[in-house]
């Protein structure tokens, strides 16, 4: 009997862990394995950070090991670039593979075993056209019709697919197909295709193949050569199950399983490397490392941090049924974790300019404040303040509703960190337009020196002669459908966009934001989290918008 505890840990493992502890306790396995398997046709994006976090996490939480695989099968949408960016962005979660491999090394193996399989009589060669083998598949309903080549001996199939391999043939005169049952109510058991013709060079063997394998006849055999204990992956794949477990009992080679989870998919996001490559190629974004991209190197270039997303990933667990998160679920975890961490520093976005009356001419007084306000005593910064500055317009009003405790005329408020200022004149152009404020400051109230005096406003302000002007891109959601998998028949994904994912802002800066060293994003105080560019510069800083500061989600 379990006593409580062990019931509540129980309790609380995913799935896929409750297995791993069953196969190690029965000792079905001594050790876990897992491995990453991406197709190197795109940049990995937040659903692959899921699979990450769940192969290289769980391995890790046994004390395993994970590969790092590219399934390179398909050499026409392949190429080098990704192969690169993919080691990047796993790196940069902190995640740390044990081997790099690549399918495409076990090409000569996987043509041994068809070569066996053909003469095993479970494998033939098929002259029919794609077409005709899509016909005489059957339907869900109907059993399919045999190819009136399925016959033919082990020494003519050997012959053909050897033809096959030395390029006697043109693509598509052949294929070679597993020979199991054309009456399956499971479709992809209805011989499927193990090898196609491909003229094509490969990013990795150039152009030694002219027959490339195809996925099912690859995956569930490079797991077994590197004794995979556990191959996870989503949810679709779950059909293909029985195909991975019948090459692996024709072959009797070491048994590797495949458990399925269900994929991520978050609100108004598209995460299918296809439909991004289309976003990209037609421009409507600026590369895959745009900040509005799903993508991590997107989030990356957005100011995500590691740290948020693989909590995010821990949050939503690992579950078998598809579901849709909320994005504002991971912006959550991203302030969170930024607000822990974050330089402050103000900055004013759209400028009202203000004159204090009384300020002496020429002074220009420093205050020390604080990087971080949680450590009131930690590392500051220093912040100057003249006799003309700058506020948010929102933080004026003239005629303003009862609960508004920023600046009126006549009322009070206290700059950020210094002392309260009144306002009293508002200077207007001949169009009625608000121009500046003229007011006054009590030079009793400075915090640190001067008496203590509450008032309800505290509103961020930069120096007029010290600020520093910088360019913001403001980002929203790249599309206006919470649920991308329900775009119409008669859609397309692009008729969705947002024209307004990107804004363009200007903001007038204090002086030491630009000299910040951390490589974490900024929060811009009372506004958001905010970090440099790749295209920054000193002379022309540009920053880009992480989060703002206020959030709509409630998280359970
Ligand atoms: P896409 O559909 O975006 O092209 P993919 O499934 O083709 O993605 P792969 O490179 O083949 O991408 O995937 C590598 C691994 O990541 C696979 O195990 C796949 O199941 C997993 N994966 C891909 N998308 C998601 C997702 N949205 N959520 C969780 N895991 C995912
Ligand atoms: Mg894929």
């Known amino acids: 009997m379990l006593n409580n505890m062990e019931a509540e840990e129980k309790k609380s493992l995913n799935f896929i862990e409750e297995i791993m502890e069953e196969d190690l306790r029965s000792g079905k396995v001594n050790s876990i394995l897992t491995r990453f398997p991406p197709e190197p046709n795109g940049y990995l994006h937040l659903g692959h950070a899921k699979s990450l976090c769940i192969n290289f996490g769980l391995a890790e939480k046994y004390g395993g090991k994970t590969n790092l695989r590219y399934d390179d099968t398909n050499p026409s949408n392949e190429d080098v670039e990704y192969v690169d960016a993919i080691k990047e962005d796993i790196k940069w979660l902190g995640f740390e593979w044990d081997k790099e491999l690549y399918a495409s090394d076990y ?17 033939y060669v098929d002259d029919q056209s794609q077409e005709e083998i899509s016909e005489n598949r059957g339907t869900v309903e109907t059993p399919g019709i045999e190819s009136p080549y399925r016959n033919r001996t082990p020494e003519e199939n050997l012959k053909l697919f050897r033809e096959m391999r030395d390029g006697k043939y043109a ?21 499927p295709i193990m090898y196609r013709i491909k003229y094509v060079d490969h990013h990795r063997t150039g152009d030694k193949w002219c027959i490339y394998p195809m996925y099912d006849y690859t995956h569930g055999q490079s797991d077994s ?56 190629e037609d421009g409507i ?16 270039r957005r100011g ?9 990933c821990d949050k939503i667990g690992v579950s078998k049924r598809e579901q849709l998160i909320d994005i504002q679920l991971l912006e959550w975890f ?14 004013v976005q759209d400028p009202l300019k203000v004159t204090i009356s009384n300020w002496p001419k020429g002074k220009v007084e420093w205050f020390d404040c604080p990087l971080n306000p949680a450590e009131p005593e930690g590392p500051s ?22 609960k508004f405790f920023r600046l009126r005329p006549g009322g009070e408020v206290r700059l950020k960190y210094t002392y309260i200022i009144k306002c009293d004149e508002v200077v207007k152009d001949s169009e009625g337009n608000i121009i500046e404020l003229i007011c006054s400051y009590d030079p009793t109230t400075n915090p640190k020196t001067g008496e203590w005096r509450s008032v309800r406003g505290n509103i961020h302000w930069v120096s007029g002669e010290h600020a520093r002007k910088i360019t913001i891109r403001d980002y929203d959601h790249l599309f206006t459908l919470a649920d991308m ?39 811009f105080e009372r506004s958001g989290y905010y970090v440099p560019d790749p295209d920054h510069t000193e002379a022309e800083p540009v920053f880009n918008k992480t989060v703002s500061l206020k959030d709509s989600y409630k998280a359970g």
Request: glycine share 4%; net charge negative.
């Open 107 to 123: 090409f000569e193996q996987l043509y041994e075993w068809a070569e066996k399989m053909i003469n095993d009589g479970n494998a």
């Open 334 to 347: 991203v302030r969170q974790d930024l607000n822990a961490r974050s330089n402050r520093y103000m900055v």
């Open 381 to 402: 910064r220093k912040v100057p303040l003249s006799g003309e500055l700058y506020i948010e317009r929102a933080d004026f009003m003239e005629e303003p509703p009862k």
């Open 485 to 523: 998998s329900q775009v119409p028949e008669d859609k397309d994904y692009k008729d969705f966009l947002n024209p307004e994912s990107l804004v363009i802002r200007k903001g007038l800066a204090e002086p030491a934001l630009l000299e910040d060293k951390s490589d974490i994003p900024v929060q």
């Open 304 to 312: 995500y941090t590691p740290e948020a997303i693989k909590m995010f």
């Open 171 to 191: 693509e598509g005169e052949k294929v070679l197909r597993a020979k199991i049952d054309m009456a399956s109510p499971n479709m992809l058991m209805r011989d």
């Open 285 to 300: 974004v600026s590369g895959w490392d745009d900040p509005r991209m799903p993508t991590l190197c997107g989030a990356r």
């Open 225 to 280: 050569i590197e004794r995979i204990t556990h191959s996870i992956c989503t949810l679709e794949f779950d059909v293909h199950r029985p195909l991975y477990d019948w090459f692996i009992e024709v072959l009797e080679i070491f048994p590797s399983h495949q458990y399925e989870f269900a994929r991520l998919n978050l609100t108004y996001t598209l995460m299918s490397k296809r439909k991004l490559l289309g976003l990209v």
